[in-house]
Structure formats: structure tokens, C-alpha cells
């Protein structure tokens, strides 16, 4: 009759086989999708903290040569940039407008000294879900 001697594989192991090998692709798909979605977001997080460190440089820098004014805040196409001076005090709270902000923000702040009285210079680059 017949013996063990089979050969080739049957319909159940390449079904098998190719359940298995597209569980795995669509894992790797996944994880890959999730990777790109992570480098976007470190890409734009990278270039808000860029344009609020040199937002916040140039303000400093017009408001020591202006006697404390600050300029107008700067048009960044996609971003929005609002610069606030308050007076500064370590033990008083200190409060700035956040009517202006985006849905997502990003602040950067430094300490100026005008007419030898300290001052904060707050810089706030916002943007909305749909532009980043």
C-alpha cells in the first residue's frame, strides 16, 4: 500500500504559512506607521522650540535697544507668535493673556532688565492640529 514517503507540503500548512506571514506584515505595518507619526511630531516640536528660541532672542534684543517696547509679533506662516512682557517679582504671580494661543502651544521665557527693573519676556508659538 502506501508508505511514508510524502512529499511537498499539504493545503492546511501553506494556509498556515500564510496566515502567519501576514499577521507579521501588518504588525510591521503598524509599528512603522506609528514610528512616522512619532518622527512628525519630534520634527514640529523641534521646530517650535527653533522659532521660540529665536523669537524670544530678537525680542530680547529689540526691546534692550527700545527702552522695554517690544515689536510686533511676528507672521510665521503656519505658527502663531505672541510676545507679553510683565513685570517681574519672585514671590508674585505672574499671569499672561492666553486668549490668543492656538490649540497647541509651546512657551519660552526670559528675564530683561529695563530701566534696572526686571521684566519677563514671554514668547508663545501656537498652532492648530490642521497646520502641524
Known amino acids: 500500500m502506501y508508505g511514508n514517503n510524502e512529499r511537498g507540503i499539504t493545503l492546511v500548512e501553506s494556509l498556515a504559512a500564510a496566515v502567519i506571514l501576514g499577521i507579521v506584515i501588518i504588525a510591521f505595518v503598524t509599528v512603522s506607521n506609528y514610528s512616522l507619526?512619532?518622527?512628525?511630531k519630534?520634527?514640529?516640536?523641534?521646530?517650535?522650540?527653533?522659532?521660540?528660541?529665536?523669537?524670544?532672542n530678537l525680542a530680547r534684543d529689540y526691546a534692550l535697544r527700545h527702552n522695554g517696547a517690544l515689536p510686533a509679533n511676528p507672521e510665521i506662516e503656519?505658527?502663531?507668535?505672541?510676545?507679553?512682557?510683565?513685570d517681574f517679582a519672585p514671590s508674585a504671580t505672574i499671569s499672561y493673556t492666553t486668549t490668543a494661543f492656538g490649540t497647541n502651544?509651546?512657551?519660552l521665557q526670559g528675564v530683561i532688565l529695563v530701566n534696572k527693573a526686571p521684566k519677563l519676556l514671554t514668547v508663545t508659538v501656537s498652532w492648530n492640529e490642521a497646520s502641524s
Not at 42 to 56: F, G, K, M, T, Y
Not at 78 to 86: D, E, I, M, N, W
Open 105 to 107: 502651544h509651546f512657551s
Open 42 to 56: 519630534s520634527d514640529r516640536d523641534i521646530e517650535v522650540q527653533r522659532i521660540a528660541e529665536e523669537q524670544l
Open 37 to 40: 507619526l512619532a518622527d512628525t
Open 78 to 86: 503656519g505658527y502663531s507668535v505672541t510676545l507679553q512682557q510683565t
